[in-house]
T-cell receptor, first 113, second 109 residues
Framework: DAGVTQSPTHLIKTRGQQVTLRCSPI?????VSWYQQVLGQGPQFIFQ???????GRGNFPDRFSARQFPNYSSELNVNALLLGDSALYLC????????????FGPGTRLTVL | GQNIDQPTEMTATEGAIVQINCTYQ??????LFWYQQHAGEAPTFLSY????GLEEKGRFSSFLSRSKGYSYLLLKELQMKDSASYLC??????????FGTGTRLTVIP
């Protein structure tokens, strides 16, 4: 079975632009969470979606938004990019919306110039 | 505030045993996870503790004491491929993981 997939793998943008990152969870998983990992740090929680509804939000500005589709895939959008948004963006999926093991995708490496 | 403390770096010899400690103070606790992350790759699930005690899985074991806010990951019979960062994470809410900064383990011959 395929694991969590993310696209694109790498992305280069300039300040002020907008970006959309995509994630497909493991088949059968209904929950998707997004994390930002800056180099040398642990991942930081951004959003969690379950059954197409937002169930959790981390301490990120409103420039960050996300959504989940009927097939449980998800998109993370970041507007008005800043240099500090350069990071590895990780998507994790789990079976349910409650406490559960999360499995991570390979991530999207975003570089903002 | 929330905080997870782990040593920044550790070095151990191939074939040896290493223990990576993690102490935490969080606003919620649904369980504690350990993930392995090789450079440039995604975190890979290693273990999950929700009750006090030791969970053993092959060469890897994880221990939890909720009253002390303490966990450790024990790696036995170290191999060169175990060189990686090890992330301690507390599930503070449903599918909301609060991560430490990770411990970079280097295994030397």
């Amino acid at each position: 079975d395929a694991g969590v997939t993310q696209s694109p793998t790498h992305l280069i943008k300039t300040r002020g632009q907008q970006v959309t990152l995509r994630c497909s969870p493991i088949s059968g998983h209904k929950s998707v969470s997004w994390y930002q990992q800056v180099l040398g740090q642990g991942p930081q929680f951004i959003f969690q979606y379950y059954e197409k509804e937002e169930r959790g939000r981390g301490n990120f500005p409103d420039r960050f938004s996300a959504r989940q589709f009927p097939n449980y895939s998800s998109e993370l959008n970041v507007n008005a990019l800043l240099l500090g948004d350069s990071a590895l963006y990780l998507c994790a999926s789990s079976l349910a919306g409650g406490p559960d093991t999360q499995y991570f995708g390979p991530g999207t490496r975003l570089t903002v110039l | 505030g929330q905080n997870i403390d782990q040593p920044t770096e550790m070095t151990a010899t191939e074939g040896a045993i290493v223990q990576i400690n993690c102490t935490y103070q969080t606003s919620g606790f649904n369980g504690l996870f350990w993930y392995q992350q090789h450079a440039g790759e995604a975190p890979t699930f290693l273990s999950y503790n929700v009750l006090d005690g030791l969970e053993e899985k092959g060469r890897f074991s994880s221990f939890l004491s909720r009253s002390k806010g303490y966990s450790y990951l024990l790696l036995k019979e170290l191999q060169m491929k175990d060189s990686a960062s090890y992330l301690c994470a507390v599930e503070t809410g449903a599918n909301n993981l609060f991560f430490g900064t990770g411990t970079r383990l280097t295994v030397i011959p």
